[in-house]
């Protein structure tokens, strides 16, 4: 009697549960978004990319590859950490034949952290589910689905036609696009507190990413790739709430590698550059649409002068 009870409660509650769910996952999935996108494009089209941009939101809003003359794209998203850079590296290196340029960014918090000891350590699911990329073990907790209790996402794209993409054909996040006049000085505080480290009880984080690097670079020298760390520009508020430890320390990150061939692999701190003023930013670290607009520029000038095409 009992199994039979059992087996009814299963068939009548939990079998339709179970398709429900599995039915639910699969319509979350299939919304477009920045993860999806990108990977879909480093698929399909990987092969004409000769500028790849890493990183994470400060490269993700800050850098258009639309402003470059090369073939270029931004595979950064927000929050992105070094080891899941090299994670899409490896998985499409083989892809890009055409690769001339890497652009990594560093922020004052990128040596010090990483995603899944973060926040927003919800983001690693995003990268199993799109990108298929899997760090550690696929253990089927609420980390590994897109399906939330209370989401109403499958409902805001089906029903009302919400786009959750935010970025443009070539990666570039489009979310930050206008300047809505944000508190810059206030935004600036909270963000510099917000990426306050403890750098003594960093130090294994700190020598993981070194090592992510440290791969990323050989790589890239192997296949003869330039690498272009950069840092991108920041608002007063924000510089002034950084500690001098952190910042010193980042310089010290990105000049390790800098030292180790200097001909192919470059470092431009722009963190305090005075050509940003603050109708460029979307917050007090962000670019804005325009301001993006600029940085992007910039770099497309100054890379071809750093590394000038060999002569025929």
Not at 15 to 26: K, Q
Not at 83 to 111: E, H, Q, T
């Amino acid at each position: 009697m009992i199994r039979k009870f059992i087996l009814k409660v299963c068939i009548i509650i939990v079998l339709p549960c179970a398709v429900f769910f599995t039915v639910h996952e699969m319509m979350c999935r299939a919304i477009p978004n920045s993860y999806s996108l990108k990977n879909r494009f480093l698929s399909d089209s990987a092969q004409n990319i000769k500028v790849l941009i890493l990183g994470s939101s400060h490269s993700y809003f800050g850098i258009n590859p639309r402003y470059f003359d090369l073939y270029s794209f931004n595979a950064a998203n927000v929050s992105q950490s070094f080891d899941y850079d090299k994670a899409i590296l490896n998985k499409f290196w083989g892809k890009m034949p055409n690769l001339r340029y890497l652009i990594i960014p560093v922020s004052v918090f990128s040596p010090y952290t990483n995603l899944s000891g973060g926040i927003e350590s919800w983001r690693e699911r995003k990268y199993k589910a799109y990108y298929h990329i899997y760090r550690g073990i696929l253990d089927f907790s609420k980390n590994d689905f897109e399906t939330e209790i209370g989401s109403r996402m499958c409902y805001e794209y089906y029903c009302l036609h919400q786009d959750f993409s935010h970025c443009s054909h070539l990666g570039f996040g489009e979310a930050y696009e206008v300047n809505d006049n944000k508190d810059l000085e206030k935004s600036g505080v909270v963000a510099a507190k917000r990426h306050s480290v403890d750098i003594e009880n960093s130090k294994d984080i700190y020598e993981e990413n070194v090592k992510h690097i440290e791969e990323i670079v050989d790589l890239a020298r192997t296949n003869h790739v330039k690498v272009i760390f950069i840092t991108t520009p920041a608002w007063q508020s924000y510089r002034s709430g950084v500690s001098k430890a952190q910042y010193e320390g980042m310089i010290r990150f990105t000049d390790t590698f800098v030292c180790l061939d200097p001909a192919n692999i470059v470092y431009l701190n722009m963190f305090s550059d005075s050509r940003f003023t603050e109708e460029d930013f979307f917050d007090a670290d962000h670019m804005c649409g325009k301001g993006a607009e600029k940085l992007s520029k910039i770099l497309n000038d100054t890379i071809p002068k750093i590394f000038p095409a060999p002569k025929l």
